[in-house]
């Protein structure tokens, strides 16, 4: 079985080596750590990519983009007015 390291599989899902370390440390990529390297299988890869087609969309950053695009204008007048931008933020 073919096996990467982060460095290999960086350029395959077109994200940055850290963004593949932080992936496989929060187990969205199932790896295996071997002293300060990842290990990553090609099974592994292969789950990977189908669910998250070369990048990586966790539910909060998604949640807050879809309020954001509802919430434009709001968010515009607000920095406008020079208004702190957590009171507005989404509600979790």
Not at 36 to 51: A, F
């Amino acid at each position: 079985m073919r096996t990467y390291t982060t460095k290999e599989v960086a350029p395959i899902l077109k994200m940055s080596q850290q963004n593949v370390i932080h992936l496989c440390a929060s187990g969205y990529i199932d790896a295996t750590k071997m002293g300060n390297m990842w290990i990553i299988t090609q099974k592994s890869l292969d789950e990977y990519k189908p669910r998250h087609r070369g990048r990586h969309a966790s539910e909060p950053y998604n949640k807050y983009t879809k309020w954001y695009a509802e919430n434009k204008q709001a968010v515009s007048q607000r920095r406008k007015a020079g208004g702190n931008m957590k009171f507005i933020a989404p509600a979790q």
